[in-house]
T-cell receptor, first 117, second 112 residues
Framework: DAGVTQSPTHLIKTRGQHVTLRCSPISGHKSVSWYQQVLGQGPQFIFQYYEKEERGRGNFPDRFSARQFPNYSSELNVNALLLGDSALYLC????????????????FGPGTRLLVL | AQSVTQPDIHITVSEGASLELRCNYSYGATPYLFWYVQSPGQGLQLLLKYFSGDTLVQGIKGFEAEFKRSQSSFNLRKPSVHWSDAAEYFCAVGQAGTALIFGKGTTLSVSS
């Protein structure tokens, strides 16, 4: 079975530009979360989507936005890029049920490495 | 505030020796607990998880972890380390419908 896939794998942008990152969850998984991992740190939560609705948002500026499509894939958009946005962006999927438990386990993709110059 | 602390930034272990990576958390209720491993330039791979029940959980690659509620800890152990275990290890906590909170990670080096 295919795991979580992300595209592109690497990206170089300049300050002020816009970027779109894409994620396809594991088949059958309905929840997608996005995390930012800067060098030397643990991942930081950006967004969570479940059944196409935003279910959680981390402490990130409004320049960051996301959406989930009917097939449960997701896009993360970042506007007006800053040097500090350079990071590994990780997508995670989970089956997620209202009852919680092991269905909450998040499985991560390989990430998109974004470099802002 | 909810947080995860991994006190050891970098640990070096000889190949074949035992390993213990520490994780302490601060959370309002008993959280779900996870250990992930990340090889250089890669995403996160789930090693093991705890939701409820037996406080000693087994994972992949011979890893295990023990949940100690009284100490708010979830330490990761392996009886005999292999060179391929060199990587960065992250402890994470969460609950149903919430985001994972990660520690800053522990880098494991394995010497021959």
């Amino acid at each position: 079975d295919a795991g979580v896939t992300q595209s592109p794998t690497h990206l170089i942008k300049t300050r002020g530009q816009h970027v779109t990152l894409r994620c396809s969850p594991i088949s059958g998984h309905k929840s997608v979360s996005w995390y930012q991992q800067v060098l030397g740190q643990g991942p930081q939560f950006i967004f969570q989507y479940y059944e196409k609705e935003e279910r959680g948002r981390g402490n990130f500026p409004d320049r960051f936005s996301a959406r989930q499509f009917p097939n449960y894939s997701s896009e993360l958009n970042v506007n007006a890029l800053l040097l500090g946005d350079s990071a590994l962006y990780l997508c995670a999927s989970s089956f997620r049920t209202l009852g919680g438990g092991p269905a909450e386990t998040q499985y991560f993709g390989p990430g998109t490495r974004l470099l802002v110059l | 505030a909810q947080s995860v602390t991994q006190p050891d930034i970098h640990i070096t272990v000889s190949e074949g020796a035992s390993l213990e990576l520490r994780c302490n958390y601060s959370y309002g209720a008993t959280p779900y607990l996870f250990w992930y491993v990340q090889s250089p330039g890669q995403g996160l791979q789930l090693l093991l998880k705890y939701f409820s029940g037996d406080t000693l959980v087994q994972g992949i690659k011979g890893f295990e972890a023990e949940f100690k509620r009284s100490q708010s800890s979830f330490n990761l152990r392996k009886p005999s380390v292999h060179w391929s275990d060199a990587a960065e290890y992250f402890c994470a906590v969460g609950q149903a419908g919430t985001a994972l909170i990660f520690g800053k990670g522990t880098t494991l080096s394995v010497s021959s």
